[in-house]
């Protein structure tokens, strides 16, 4: 199976041509509006918080961080890089674990009592990057995301999951031969005590928004979907979402100047796996219930789920959400469209670019719905060259407020400068989607953009890298 690539759709026909022959719903605007008046450069306010612009860093994490938890030099690089990106909007930084067991790898950020001052000098850094590259730190918005990984973390070793589950999954179990430990209620109660201690701890750092995650498989995405789990956190869309209620109630409670995001997965699939001819493919079930909007052909369907909840978040007065999908451990085509699979991944069923439509028109749709909430789209990166073209139609027809970079920033951090200072794309910065920035982690080896940015072309891990990928190809 294979796609074009975009590097060869050169020109507003080119693309318009393709996607009219596959009949990918995608719009896009043929020429970017001059700074003076484009879409991307208009200041966004609500909730008293005035933001800059409309572009977004979504949250990436680096695996680089100490045994301890605190950020590396190359942690504080990657910060730097998002504050002199020229987005004002950064959506969480990085996910942070809120204890040792929530940690994804044995590299992730830990937030405690210990580093609360590393955490703020972590924030600082960005701010003076942002300073040092644009005058002033006006209307930058920086919040930082909490989570716990649940299933997905892996605390010590980054080949040996200890998974903590919100309830027994019919095809991921399976996954872990090991076994996994369903979260009791008390336990549940615990981990929101520790969110709300986080919370407190982030805007000791000097955080005013924590995002209290909600995506990508991890628990608090997992607990979303928990309907066959008895008790207080399972089964009803009550229960279902206590955990976040009690975190919100617990964070408005005891820190009251802080601000809540959430960042949701808005539509899921059912698990996908690589197929004998290395095409991924769903797993075959019936009656599935363990996704959170399952997609079965209609998106529109599939978003009830989110709907119900982002009517929650507004009843909770809380006003900033930032869309994503599925999870890169199950559906990666899903959550990141790319052309080249990562390690543990499949060659993409479906051209990237029917990933990128999925996105965008999923987060149009829900914010058509709650014009009252300010939306953050996600999965743009696989675009390219047409990311800025894509971004101001989205922006412009108000599919969004804002366009969440998540790849690309790794390997052209100052794309938003360019854009917002009227300059052309620099080609050889452009994300290609090869993937190595999550091959590199699976392997045990810190992310980064190993084909594309110098740094890390350079960096001694790039030469291991390129050995993990030649035995896999082997
Ligand atoms: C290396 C890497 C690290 C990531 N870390 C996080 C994270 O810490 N928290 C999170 O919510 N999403 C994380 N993501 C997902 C991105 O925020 C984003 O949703 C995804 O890459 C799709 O957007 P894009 O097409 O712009 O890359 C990560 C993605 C990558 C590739």
């Known amino acids: 199976m294979s796609w074009p690539r975009v590097a060869t759709l050169r020109?507003?026909?080119?693309?318009?041509?393709?996607?009219?022959?596959?009949?990918?719903?995608?719009?896009?605007?043929?020429?970017l509006e001059p700074?003076?008046?484009?879409?991307?450069?208009?200041?966004?306010?609500?909730?008293?918080?005035?933001?800059?612009?409309?572009?977004?860093?979504?949250p990436m994490e680096g695996w680089d961080g100490t045994p301890e938890g605190d950020p590396s030099d190359l942690t504080r690089r990657r910060w730097r890089n998002f504050g002199r990106s020229g987005a004002k909007l950064i959506w969480g930084g990085e996910a942070v674990a809120v204890r040792m067991d929530g940690r994804a790898n044995p590299r992730q950020l830990v937030l405690g009592e210990r580093n609360v001052g590393v955490l703020a000098r972590l924030r600082q850094d960005l701010v003076d990057a942002h300073v040092e590259r644009f005058g002033s730190e006006q209307g930058l918005l920086v919040s930082l995301q909490l989570t716990h990984s649940g299933r997905f973390a892996r605390p010590c070793t980054h080949d040996r999951p200890e998974p903590l589950v919100a309830y027994n999954h019919p095809i991921l179990d399976a996954r872990f031969p090991g076994g996994v430990r369903v979260l009791s209620d008390d336990d549940l109660d615990r981990l929101v005590a520790d969110f709300v201690a986080a919370g407190r701890l982030a805007h000791r750092a000097g955080f005013p928004f924590v995002d209290v995650k909600h995506c990508?498989?991890?628990?608090?995405?997992?607990?979303?979907?928990?309907?066959?789990?008895?008790?207080?956190?399972?089964?009803?869309?009550?229960n279902r979402t206590r955990f976040l209620r009690e975190v919100v109630a617990g964070l408005r409670a005891e820190v009251p100047g802080l601000g809540i995001m959430v960042r949701l997965s808005c539509f899921d699939t059912v698990p996908w796996r690589k197929g004998g001819d290395g095409v991924g493919q769903p797993e075959p079930v019936n009656g599935y219930r363990s996704a959170f909007g399952l997609l079965d052909g209609n998106l529109d369907a599939a978003l009830g789920d989110a709907r119900e909840m982002l009517r929650l978040l507004e009843s909770l007065q809380i006003n900033w959400v930032c869309l994503t999908a599925g999870s890169p451990y199950y559906n990666p085509h899903v959550q990141r469209p790319a052309l080249f699979p990562p390690l543990d991944g499949y060659t993409p069923p479906e051209d990237p670019l029917r990933g990128v439509a999925r996105h965008v028109m999923a987060t149009a749709l829900l914010k058509k719905e709650f014009p009252r909430l300010a939306v953050v789209g996600s999965g743009y990166s696989y675009l390219q060259e047409w990311l800025p073209h894509v971004g101001q139609c989205v922006l412009r027809e108000g599919g969004a407020d804002f366009v969440g970079l998540g790849r690309m920033v790794l390997s052209y951090p100052d794309l938003p400068a360019d854009v917002l200072e009227g300059r052309p794309l620099r080609r050889k910065s452009i994300c290609r989607t090869f993937?190595?920035?999550?091959?590199?982690?699976?392997?045990?080896?810190?992310s980064g953009c190993y084909p594309l940015d110098p740094f890390y072309a350079r960096y001694p891990e790039a030469e291991q890298?390129?050995?993990?990928?030649e035995t896999l190809r082997a």
């Open 216 to 238: 990508h498989g991890y628990l608090g995405h997992e607990l979303l979907s928990a309907r066959e789990r008895p008790g207080r956190y399972g089964g009803s869309f009550e």
């Open 465 to 469: 890298l390129k050995r993990v990928k």
């Open 35 to 58: 700074p003076a008046s484009s879409p991307f450069a208009r200041p966004f306010e609500v909730d008293g918080a005035r933001v800059g612009n409309r572009f977004c860093i979504l």
């Open 11 to 31: 020109t507003p026909e080119d693309l318009r041509a393709h996607l009219s022959r596959t009949g990918i719903p995608l719009s896009f605007d043929a020429t």
């Open 435 to 446: 993937s190595d920035c999550t091959t590199a982690p699976r392997s045990g080896l810190v």
